[in-house]
């Protein structure tokens, strides 16, 4: 009889435990945040992940970091995403690298649970996503015109040459950057004749040659747009060993430290930086409050512009739009 | 026409000319001279100028390293893929001693940072030295073929640069001057201190590969691996050296492109390995091993970038950069083809 008391005593605590451990369990649940980038090793996604951690330390949360190493390519990031998916985050990050491509796996997160943000670029049809957020790349390309302009003293009526530096001809933010590039000489700025381009293939080594045969080619060359951070490291190393720093107007894209560094001693004239970090944060923080509290973003579509850094911006500035290394 | 003596002397003269065509280099002289010749047109006599030649000998010196390493490693019959990572890896090591290591930055430029290049050069063959063993280990030991042993040391070492670097440019101290046109009593030449050390590289190893029993066992090693093994010589020992001296050249190759852009970058080799194949293979190469010469492989990498800077300072027709990246891939298999027909031609 007693045994009998004690045994159900004992399966009542059981229980009891069992219930309090399932309640104390779901109350310190972390979330987890899934981040699939497109190439891990640009530069621009290595500032992503700065934010992108930031920003999980400060909500809490798992961050589960995925892209392929080296190739931005829709055939290596499909399988990363459906992997990222088995593991049922409870949100997910996606930087689509082809908006029809990646459109399968994004409905099939969604079907499973789980909320989807697009980051940078964006799948086809976002209505199932809770947030789209873009960098503005043409509008970069605007802002370099802009600043090369300045920096020359553009006269209307006087004729400037100008060369752009490229990757290749089908990178998506170099096809932004320089067709923004491109409307905005030619709505503003007639007399700046943009008389040739040349394809890096990713090599800074490349870009420095497209420069110093540029310089040899058009002996009146005003400026350099060079879209990229490869061709900005070429064409600011061709401008200091051949002592024109200073005398051809130089833009570049990506605030990495080290352009930083010459944008102060007047290798760059300008940098356009975009915010990586910033959209990164904002995209997780607007994933945590929507599963917490279901809120969702007061607006769907966030464009986060980019910025013009020179010698008149200010230290707060440089020390907020300066990508952070990850090492 | 009825003259049979004639005929025979034409004859003849037409053989000397056509034997002298089936030597790479002389092939490679006349194609050079033709493409200069065409250049110099096309831009409005600005091709052969200090600038342009100085940017053709420049990137001439960024490859011909690694087509030097790639010469050794062909000829034993096998191929290294890793070369363009190792100049990445080196670079960004080099830029990571000086930079976080050594707590230096752009500041120290000149006279004033040659010690520092130095230190870069040194890590950047030590590094070289270290993933050519590495390549060695793969290949002797868990006897993986060189072509999937140095691919997955590419894939590694291109990702550890980035892991180093977080993906971006290392800028530290630097001396430009090395890369500067040297200008005797007032007349400008294109080379520079940068290019005159690798001439100076690639002609020692020229020797070493053409004079010494070193080279010999290369070629034997490439030609009849068995027959080799047989006279006494461990193929495992000269694999070994082979591929240390290949991560080498191409450790130093990151150190050129340390020297040219004053930083080490996670994409200071991206795509080099490619080049340095097909220059080699210009050059008269065997992919098949146990053929080549390093004056062929330098002419070779010298035609390459001469249509690499030649096609961008074309000013007559306007030709765009899709354009140019097809006319140098029609080039590169025009070259392998004229190979193969003067091979054909001479059994």
């Known amino acids: ?294 809120t969702k973003p007061s607006s769907h579509d966030v464009v986060i512009a980019n910025v013009t850094l020179d010698k008149n911006t200010s230290d707060a500035d440089f020390t907020k739009y300066t990508y952070v290394a990850t090492n | 026409m009825g003259n049979s003596i004639q005929e025979g002397q034409e004859l003849s003269f037409l053989d000397k000319v056509k034997a002298s065509f089936r030597n790479q280099s002389t092939l490679l002289v006349v194609t050079l001279v033709i493409l200069a010749v065409i250049f110099q047109i096309a831009s409005e006599g600005i091709f052969l100028s200090v600038g342009t030649l100085g940017t053709v000998l420049n990137d001439w010196g960024s490859y011909i390293l690694l087509a030097v390493a790639q010469t050794f490693v062909v000829i034993t019959g096998g191929i290294d893929l890793s070369v363009g990572s190792t100049v990445s890896l080196s670079s960004v090591v080099a830029g990571w001693v000086l930079v976080k290591g050594m707590g230096l930055d752009t500041s120290i430029s000149g006279d004033a940072a040659l010690p520092y290049v130095l230190i870069a050069t040194l890590v950047c063959l030590l590094v070289g030295l270290a993933v050519g063993a590495l390549n060695a280990f793969l290949i002797n030991v868990l006897k993986i073929v060189p072509f999937i042993a140095t691919l997955a040391t590419m894939g590694a070492m291109a990702g550890m640069a980035i892991i180093i670097s977080g993906g971006m440019p290392l800028q530290g101290p630097n001396d430009f001057n090395l890369g500067i046109a040297y200008n005797v009593f007032g007349v400008e030449l294109p080379i520079s201190s940068t290019i005159l050390t690798v001439l100076i590289i690639t002609v020692i190893a020229g020797l070493y590969l053409h004079k010494t029993r070193f080279g010999l066992y290369t070629y034997s090693l490439g030609s009849n691996p068995f027959a080799t093994r047989a006279a006494g010589i461990s193929p495992a020992r000269h694999i070994t050296k082979v591929y240390m001296l290949s991560g080498g050249l191409a450790g130093l190759a990151g150190a050129y492109a340390y020297i040219r852009l004053g930083a080490g970058s996670p994409s200071n080799g991206a795509g080099m390995e490619l080049y340095a194949i097909a220059a080699t293979v210009i050059g008269g190469v065997s992919l098949m091993g146990g053929v080549g010469r390093i004056v062929g492989v330098a002419l070779g990498t010298l035609v390459l970038f001469t249509v690499q800077s030649g096609l961008l300072m074309v000013k007559v027709v306007e030709v765009s950069p899709s354009l140019k990246q097809v006319i140098v891939a029609i080039l590169i298999a025009a070259a392998v083809a004229v190979q193969t027909l003067q091979k054909n031609g001479r059994k």
């Open chain 1, 1 to 294: 009889m007693n045994k009998r008391i004690l045994s159900v005593g004992m399966a009542a605590l059981a229980v009891a435990g069992l219930t309090l451990g399932a309640t104390g369990c779901a109350s310190t649940k972390k979330l987890t945040i899934a981040f699939v980038m497109g190439a891990e090793s640009d530069p621009f996604f290595q500032a992503m992940k700065v934010g992108a951690t930031a920003e999980a330390k400060a909500e809490g949360v798992d961050l589960i970091w995925q892209g392929d190493p080296s190739h931005y390519d829709v055939a290596t990031q499909v399988p990363i995403v459906d992997n990222v998916i088995a593991q049922k985050p409870d949100g997910l990050v996606l930087i689509p690298t082809d908006p029809t491509g990646l459109q399968a796996s994004s409905d099939k997160a969604v079907a499973a649970g789980i909320a989807v943000a697009n980051v940078d670029t964006h799948t086809a049809d976002t209505s199932k996503a809770i947030i789209t957020i873009t960098g503005d790349n043409a509008d970069g390309g605007a802002k370099a015109a802009d600043a090369i302009a300045g920096a020359i003293g553009y006269t209307a009526g006087k004729s400037y040459q100008v060369v752009v530096g490229l990757t290749s001809a089908t990178a998506t933010t170099n096809v932004g950057r320089y067709d923004g590039f491109k409307a905005q000489v030619k709505s503003k700025y007639p007399g700046i004749k943009i008389v040739d381009v040349a394809y890096s293939a990713a090599n800074p080594q490349t870009a420095n040659s497209n420069v110093n045969n540029w310089l040899t080619k058009y002996p009146n060359l005003s400026g350099i747009f060079a879209i990229d951070g490869t061709n900005a490291s070429g064409a600011a190393a061709a401008l200091q060993a051949k002592n024109l720093v200073g005398k051809i107007a130089l833009v570049g894209y990506d605030a990495y430290p080290a352009n930083v560094d010459l944008l102060k001693q007047g290798v760059f004239t300008a940098l356009i930086a975009q915010d990586p970090a910033e959209e990164a944060r904002l995209a997780i923080k607007t994933l945590v409050d929507y599963i917490k509290n279901g």
